[in-house]
């Protein structure tokens, strides 16, 4: 019994759409919400829609199935179906924090709800910011539509003149948001009143200035927005180097074929007749109706203009064995050292790479990113090493999706300031989050779950582990060797290096427990991860639960299995903690018949990652990081607050509290650390 990972997927995001409508998360953070549900699920359009619509040409014995058996015919309306309903579930969850706002004086305000001040100041602030920017689009009938990137927002603007209005010319503007000129603009307002208007509807407002050459009786303006096939494919000319290409194909990404087109539902029958065809989107799959605002991702950065509505931000703590400017390398040189991010400072991580910069003994540095900050601190660590005469050598993975265009230009920028840049395993993407520092006589690795990005590192939850332990650096450095040198093999007497020996003693280990309990032995795996969905892991851990072992996992997203099912999963249970901050870090503890070993690995469960991604993990040596990461996992267990119960497929109901004392798990876990000494 296989869940559809999509469907798996939807039901996640409907969990964050749950953060939304919970009153008891602050109200502000509530609108936060709206913005990464309706990222996440554009998103999702644009990669998992698009990939069900190519598939779906497929006909006959050649079509794939997806999990849950589906073909992709019949997987294509069940997605839409569900997509559709997440719409409307967060338009109505939109309205009503809206409403909420108005009570405490923060008022969301149209073109037409100006007073004479606001319209003067709207009037300005469009001769001076907005003008400059905007690129007005004449649509004919007897030509092409200019060519529309997704990500952005249009507004379509429909004239009418001569009598009864009955001769139209038609428009096209681009919204044009950005840093300098931001979607929301607050305007100046009464004492004890917030008032925020839309960049859209200053543009409405002064349609007018824009289209003043043209004689017409009325003029409207209908926001909409185009989602693109994602799909990035390379050609393969060899005379071009792998850089070449990206930048090549990342502009014909821009160019994908549309996959949905979702326009105010105002618009007139003509004007979306005009647009639609331009863009050959002639399915009704391919249109949808929707409200007056789009793109709404842009309600992540609501302005902040009553912080005491917003979440609290917890201060990250520094680590109990790090001293403020003191040696990082003299204290891993003794001890490992177990960060779990947002709850210890990243700041740790930026000083063991500043020290390893310009330490006189330190030889090289080696490192592998995927994502990294917009100004990162991390890439000019690495330029002032390589400054410093150190040997930096960085695996730069230029198929990050979405990241792709950034990691293309530091490419250009570190090897410029003498980086040695190598861009991965032909057919494998390395998502593995590696450092290695060599030194004089003594060699530093470290291994984490999460990306190297100090702006991410403040909201997604993730473990590090700094060490010196020979074993460990040894793999390190046979890992970038081979990254290095491709037709090399190598071998790994401590790390799980995917896609070469992770899987395989991922199934050992199951197993393992599965052979403690035939004999009657106490035999447990616990697990976190942000997805779980290959099909063979799941089938083995079915087998797990049917001979008796204990299963407990955490799986924020995607979850193919499915828990608690009579004769095949009463022994598995899963949770899914959706709260402030993201949960990304991946951890695996098996009881091994009292000799527990435990893992914490940049790959979750998944067919991608386990066979077609260079990932790394490492095993927990050090006894009190061991116990460290067990109370984590019990924490969060524990957590009846923003837990959800996956035994039901697509309920998302909150684990019960059943009398006991409330646990919200980021809360406590922040308190357990705060307590650590």
């Keep these: 019994m296989i ?14 759409l749950q953060e939304a409508q919970d009153k008891s998360v602050p109200l502000m953070q509530r609108l936060r919400f709206l913005g990464i549900f309706s990222n996440n699920q554009d998103e999702f359009i644009k990669v ?6 190519r598939l779906s040409q497929i006909k006959g014995k050649k079509a794939p199935r997806f999990s849950g058996g589906y073909t992709a015919s019949e997987l294509l309306p069940l997605v839409n179906s569900r997509v559709k309903e997440g719409q409307k579930k967060f338009e109505q969850a939109y309205y009503s924090i809206l409403s909420e706002m108005e009570t405490h004086g923060i008022y969301v305000i ?47 603007v429909k004239m009418c003149s001569g009598k009864d209005n009955r001769n139209s010319r038609y428009a096209i503007i681009q919204i044009p948001i950005s840093s300098s000129c ?17 960049l859209d509807d200053i543009i409405r407002l002064c349609l007018d200035e824009i289209f003043f050459m043209f004689n017409y009786n009325t003029i409207s303006a209908y926001t909409f927005k185009l989602m693109r096939d994602s799909l990035l494919t390379l050609d393969d000319d060899i005379s071009k180097s792998l850089v070449e290409k990206m930048e090549v194909g990342l502009q014909n990404r821009l160019h994908g074929q549309p996959v949905r087109l979702i326009y105010d539902q105002e618009m007139p029958d003509d004007l979306l007749g005009i647009i639609s ?40 703590l520094e680590h109990p064995d790090i001293e403020p400017f003191s040696s990082i390398l003299k204290v891993i040189a003794r001890k490992d050292i177990f960060l779990n991010y947002p709850y210890h400072t990243f700041n740790h991580f930026i000083d063991f790479l500043r020290e390893a910069a310009i330490d006189p003994k330190v030889e090289s540095i080696y490192i592998t990113l995927y994502r990294t900050a917009e100004r990162s601190k991390v890439i000019n660590t690495l330029i002032n090493a390589a400054k410093n005469g150190k040997k930096v050598v960085v695996l730069l ?3 990050a999706r979405f990241d792709e265009e950034q990691n293309v230009e530091y490419s250009e920028l570190l090897q410029k300031e003498g980086v040695k840049i190598i861009h991965g395993v032909n057919g494998l993407k390395v998502h593995s989050k590696l450092v290695l520092v060599e030194r004089a006589n003594k060699n530093y690795a470290y291994i984490g779950t999460g990306n190297f990005n100090e702006s991410t590192a403040q909201i997604y ?20 060797d081979f990254l290095l040198n491709t037709h090399k093999h190598f071998s790994c007497k401590q790390l799980l290096v995917s896609p070469y020996f992770m899987r395989a003693q991922f199934e050992s280990l199951i197993r393992q427990e599965i052979k403690y309990a035939q004999k009657g032995k106490p035999a447990y795996i616990y697990a976190k991860f942000n997805s779980l969905t290959d099909e063979e892991i799941i089938n083995l851990l079915y087998s797990a639960s049917q001979a008796g072992v204990e299963v407990r996992l955490i799986v924020r997203g995607a979850c193919c299995l499915q828990p608690q099912v009579e004769g095949l999963s009463e022994n598995i249970r899963v949770i899914s903690i959706v709260d402030q901050y993201l949960e990304h870090a991946r951890m695996a503890i098996f009881h091994n018949n009292g000799d527990e070993q435990i893992y914490i690995m940049s790959a979750d469960w998944m067919n991608r990652n386990l066979d077609r991604r260079v990932e790394v993990g490492t095993p927990i040596l050090d006894k009190k990081i061991r116990q460290t990461i067990k109370d984590v996992f019990d924490i969060q267990w524990s957590d009846n607050v923003k837990a959800r119960d996956l035994s039901i497929f697509g309920e998302n109901k909150y684990v019960e509290q059943k009398g006991k004392k409330a646990c919200r798990s980021q809360i406590v876990l922040y308190e357990y650390y705060k307590n650590m000494k």
């Design 3 to 16: 869940n559809n990972r999509d469907l798996s997927w939807l039901t996640f995001n409907q969990r964050v």
């Design 48 to 53: 998992r829609v698009a990939n069900i619509v």
């Design 110 to 156: 149209n073109e037409k709800q100006l007073n004479k001040e606001q319209k003067e100041f709207c009037h300005e602030y469009f001769s001076t910011v907005i003008t400059p920017r905007l690129v007005p689009l004449i649509l004919r009938k007897t030509t092409e539509i200019p060519f529309l990137q997704d990500n952005n927002i249009y507004h379509a």
């Design 182 to 198: 931001p979607r929301f603009i607050v305007l100046p307002s009464k004492k004890d009143r917030n008032e925020i208007i839309f």
């Design 277 to 316: 065809s331009k863009l050959k989107l002639k399915n009704d799959e391919s249109l949808e109706a929707g409200g007056r605002y789009h793109l709404m991702r842009s309600l992540m950065k609501f302005p902040k203009v009553r912080p005491d509505l917003e979440s609290k931000t917890l201060e990250p």
């Design 397 to 399: 993975e230029l198929f």
């Design 461 to 480: 939850g993730d473990f590090g582990l700094f060490t010196s332990n020979s074993q460990i650096t040894t793999d390190t450095f046979a890992i970038f």
